[in-house]
């Protein structure tokens, strides 16, 4: 069974996937599990789905005619097989480390859900740091992580981070909304019992013009 499951929602991205998939293909941690929900595509983005299905085993495709970011998501948890999932939009990318340092620091330290930083991606200027780039690690409280949450001094994204599995059992994103994830991120720190925090920017947050926030 793979260490970590990898779901990323695609709609309309074939333009961006292949900067997405290939790093989540590049990732240090090689014991993953890949899974490509098409939520009601219309251009080639299924095809290249499933080409990279036919390259890489561990990457699995399921098509969705439900073009909703949460039902993408929640169908690929229900699939996921890990003991840990993490979730990453499909116009976004990760710092080749990334899973493999969650992991550990949440194996290490028995820690239900890990939480990292994103920085801001351009295609016309230089990246942009929110949060601070120490790299240190911590270990919290959920009530700690969430008072932080809720001060902004922590991204308020589902994908800089990863999960165990066993709380959407009970949980899901809400779906058919915007900006889901950010009361949705709350539940999962309160329904945990250790968490943990990772103040460096593994998570390559791509601004541009056609994406939901913009």
Do not use: W
């Not at 599995?165 to 009361?183: A, G, L, Q, V």
């Amino acid at each position: 069974m793979a260490k970590v499951s990898v779901i990323v929602p695609v709609h309309n991205m074939q333009d961006y996937l292949t900067k997405c998939v290939e790093s989540i293909r590049s990732q240090t941690l090689t014991d993953l599990e890949i899974i490509l929900v098409d939520n009601a595509s219309t251009d080639d983005s299924l095809k290249k789905c499933q080409e990279y299905a036919c390259v890489d085993s561990r990457i699995h495709v399921i098509h969705i005619d439900i073009g909703d970011l949460s039902t993408a998501r929640n169908r690929g948890v229900a699939a996921a097989t890990s003991d840990y999932v993490a979730f990453l939009d499909s116009d976004d990318s990760v710092a080749p480390e990334m899973y493999e340092t969650l992991y550990q620091f949440a194996i290490g330290n028995q820690l239900d859900l890990v939480y990292s930083n994103h920085v801001h991606v351009f295609d016309d200027k230089p990246p942009r740091y929110h949060y601070k780039e120490t790299g240190s690690s911590y270990v919290l409280t959920p009530k700690e992580l969430l008072m932080m949450n809720f001060a902004h001094k922590v991204p308020l994204h589902s994908c800089t981070m990863i999960v165990k599995r066993k709380f959407f059992d009970t949980m899901k994103f809400p779906e058919f909304r915007y900006f889901e994830d950010r009361s949705f991120t709350y539940l999962l720190i309160a329904a945990s019992e250790r968490v943990g925090y990772i103040d460096k920017a593994f998570y390559y947050y791509y601004q541009r013009k056609g994406s939901i926030v913009h």
